[in-house]
């Protein structure tokens, strides 16, 4: 049963936004290199930097009290994480406590092992990111490969009886050949695929310039061939959704660079650091780990509302040839895109 309780001081920011959305990266760490997330080389936290899980918890468990009702872990990739379960165990005991839902994003590598345990934690969905179906340029795309066990996985997934949408980022040149079969397989198993445009986030040694594809470009293209009904749906983030009549499947539209969302924006990013971003495309940051280290459960409530304070209006984003450099320096790991 869910909790109807009013949170006494809910989160809101300086123009009037409810912060009801929680995204926690648990580990910057991942078993792929994704070409538009990380560079090949990459330089990981120390350990002893990290967030233990009982600190999660506690942060969590405040964003709840102040009416957070909903979570998702990211990375990284977050279920190569030790131990990761006890975590998702934990956090999945406080739906109907005033969390609503917890959900989970991974690119499907370790789906096989957990699948059914984040089914008894309470995770009713997830969502995989998955750029391509074709096996070499999978490879290319994560410089590592492995599609055979990320199909394992979400084919695992869905026998537990977990919902998947199926994030794609679409690159001219890339995968944008791919966009019409990736709809059509995932719609035909009963999945969703949204579609998310590259975004400036990292030195990541790619021309993003050549590879950015504006998708309201696509969505014109693919408006030619298919029905498209807007849907009023909405899960917690930034999608805007519409309904294929030909597929009979859901198809959503992330687009931080030619439309960006910032109006509606309820959400806010903590990293495996403790460090919370209260937006994915600004530095402004507030430092809950060392807050709570030093102060406790007082010090983490005023350090909240900090944060509320300093939420950016927007991003900024911009990407052109005069422009190229990202628009921050840390990479999409860190903030769990």
Same mark, same amino acid.
């Given at each position: 049963?869910?909790?109807?309780?009013?949170?006494?001081?809910?989160?809101?920011?300086?123009?009037?936004? $409810?912060?009801?959305?929680?995204?926690? +990266?648990?580990?910057?760490?991942?078993?792929?290199?994704?070409?538009?997330?990380?560079?090949?080389?990459?330089?990981?936290?120390p350990k002893?930097?990290?967030?233990?899980?009982? !600190?999660?918890?506690?942060?969590?468990?405040?964003?709840?009290?102040?009416?957070?009702?909903?979570?998702?872990?990211t990375?990284?990739?977050?279920?190569?994480?030790?131990?990761?379960?006890e975590?998702?165990?934990?956090?999945?005991?406080? @739906?109907?406590?005033?969390?609503?839902e917890?959900?989970?994003?991974?690119?499907?590598?370790?789906?096989?092992? $957990?699948?059914?345990?984040?089914?008894?934690?309470?995770?009713?969905? @997830?969502?995989?990111?998955?750029?391509?179906?074709?096996?070499?340029?999978?490879?290319?795309?994560?410089?590592?490969?492995?599609?055979?066990?990320?199909?394992?996985?979400?084919?695992?997934?869905?026998s537990?009886?977990?919902? @998947?949408?199926?994030?794609?980022?679409?690159?001219?040149g890339?995968?944008?050949?791919?966009? !019409?079969?990736?709809?059509?397989?995932?719609?035909?198993?009963?999945?969703?695929?949204?579609?998310?445009?590259?975004?400036?986030?990292?030195?990541?040694?790619?021309?993003?310039?050549? +590879?950015?594809?504006?998708?309201?470009?696509? $969505?014109?293209q693919?408006?030619?061939?298919?029905?498209? !009904?807007?849907?009023s749906?909405?899960?917690g983030g930034?999608?805007?959704?519409?309904?294929?009549? !030909?597929?009979?499947?859901?198809?959503?539209?992330?687009?931080?660079?030619? $439309?960006?969302?910032?109006?509606?924006?309820?959400?806010?990013?903590?990293?495996?650091?403790?460090?919370?971003?209260?937006?994915?495309?600004?530095?402004?940051?507030?430092?809950?780990?060392?807050?709570?280290?030093?102060?406790?459960?007082?010090?983490?409530?005023?350090?909240?509302?900090?944060a509320?304070?300093?939420?950016?209006?927007?991003?900024?984003?911009?990407?052109?040839? +005069?422009?190229?450099?990202?628009?921050?320096?840390?990479?999409? +790991?860190?903030?769990g895109?």
């Open positions: 049963m869910i909790s109807t309780a009013s949170p006494a001081r809910p989160l809101v920011d300086r123009y009037g936004r $409810h912060i009801s959305y929680l995204r926690i +990266s648990v580990t910057d760490r991942c078993d792929f290199r994704c070409v538009y997330c990380m560079a090949e080389d990459m330089t990981f936290l002893r930097d990290v967030l233990s899980f009982e !600190e999660i918890e506690t942060i969590a468990g405040a964003f709840i009290a102040r009416g957070a009702t909903r979570i998702r872990l990375g990284g990739e977050p279920l190569v994480r030790r131990d990761i379960m975590l998702v165990a934990t956090l999945g005991a406080r @739906i109907g406590q005033g969390l609503e917890l959900t989970i994003t991974t690119n499907g590598s370790q789906l096989a092992k $957990h699948a059914d345990g984040l089914a008894a934690a309470g995770v009713k969905r @997830i969502n995989v990111s998955l750029d391509t179906l074709d096996e070499a340029r999978f490879a290319a795309i994560t410089r590592r490969g492995r599609l055979t066990e990320v199909m394992d996985g979400i084919a695992a997934a869905q537990a009886g977990i919902a @998947i949408k199926i994030n794609m980022v679409a690159m001219r890339v995968n944008d050949d791919e966009i !019409e079969p990736m709809m059509a397989w995932a719609h035909g198993r009963k999945m969703g695929l949204t579609l998310i445009e590259g975004m400036p986030l990292g030195e990541v040694g790619i021309d993003r310039v050549d +590879s950015y594809l504006p998708l309201r470009e696509l $969505h014109d693919l408006a030619r061939r298919y029905t498209l !009904e807007k849907l749906k909405r899960t930034p999608a805007r959704y519409v309904h294929v009549a !030909e597929t009979g499947g859901v198809l959503g539209f992330i687009t931080p660079m030619s $439309h960006n969302f910032c109006e509606s924006c309820n959400r806010v990013r903590l990293t495996a650091t403790g460090q919370l971003f209260m937006c994915l495309g600004q530095d402004d940051q507030v430092n809950l780990r060392d807050a709570l280290r030093t102060g406790g459960a007082e010090a983490l409530d005023a350090a909240l509302d900090q509320m304070m300093l939420k950016p209006k927007g991003h900024d984003f911009v990407l052109d040839r +005069s422009s190229t450099a990202p628009s921050v320096a840390r990479h999409m +790991s860190v903030t895109g």
